[in-house]
């Protein structure tokens, strides 16, 4: 810079400029890393409300099927419910 004419003096060379200037960029640094934190919680979040959806859905198709079954299952004499199912159907044709 002197070749140039220009004066030696930087902005940092100030003390109080450069500790103003170190505020500013720990400041900025530490806003970024909160902001990135309160993204990856809401993801987080995001992400275990979608898995307990999954999982109740799961458990809601799994009680359906198993109703499902047992109220449309064909019951043969080698079913383990037909003595059941043929006792309720006797009961309920003779009060």
Do not use: C
């Amino acid at each position: 810079m002197k070749k140039e004419g220009k004066p030696t003096n930087v902005e940092e060379d100030d003390p109080e400029l450069f500790k103003q200037a170190v505020y500013k960029q720990t400041m900025k640094l530490f806003a970024e890393l909160e902001i990135k934190r309160k993204e990856r919680e809401a993801k987080e979040m995001h992400e275990r409300k979608r898995q307990r959806e999954e999982e109740i859905e799961a458990q809601e198709k799994a009680k359906r099927e198993r109703e499902w079954q047992k109220n449309f299952e064909t019951v043969s004499p080698y079913s383990p419910r037909y003595l059941e199912v043929t006792t309720q159907l006797s009961l309920s044709l003779n009060p």
